[in-house]
């Protein structure tokens, strides 16, 4: 049996979103556990630039730790998408931390970073292009 890998549609990249959104908001609520124990169990004052770093750091390291290991987060495994260096290489940190960068900045312009995926004829966002990854689909051939 041979493997077909192709790139996942918009809707299933949605869903593998909006899966890994809520697994990172339980993962950013237990984080926050951490800095609220503490400041001796008060709320930290909204708008702290080192709680909202904390809280970027954190959600680097989750999607970070998937990306470089295995390449799937659970929402990718769940849905049977791949991240891979564009060579199909396992990611690296740096990959990773680039497309991380580069995906929060495609989604504070309206998200033009991940629509530009589907205008432009290699299919990349801009978090592909520039972090050398890509995701892919991986599907087995029948028969």
């Known amino acids: ?4 890998n192709t790139r996942p ?3 299933r990249q949605l869903m593998v979103m909006l899966y890994d959104i809520l697994l990172l908001a339980s993962a950013l609520l237990l984080a926050a556990v951490v800095p609220v124990a503490l400041n001796r169990g008060e709320a930290i004052e909204p ?13 680097l390291f989750f999607y ?4 470089t290991h295995g390449g799937q987060t659970l929402g990718m495994r ?8 564009q060579t199909q290489v ?3 940190w740096k990959q990773a931390t680039i497309r991380f960068c580069v995906a929060i900045l495609s989604l504070l312009s309206f998200g033009l970073g991940f ?3 589907w205008l432009s004829k290699d299919q990349l966002s801009w978090h592909d292009l520039l972090s050398g990854t890509q995701l892919i689909l991986h599907k087995p051939d029948k028969g």
Do not use: E, H
Request: hydrophobic share 55%; net charge neutral.
């Open 78 to 85: 769940a849905w049977k998408v791949y991240l891979v260096g």
């Open 115 to 117: 629509i530009w995926q």
């Open 1 to 4: 049996m041979t493997d077909t």
């Open 9 to 11: 549609g918009p809707l």
């Open 64 to 67: 970070g730790w998937f990306w």
């Open 90 to 92: 396992q990611v690296t």
């Open 47 to 59: 708008g702290n630039p080192f709680f909202l770093l904390y809280l970027l750091m954190v959600s």
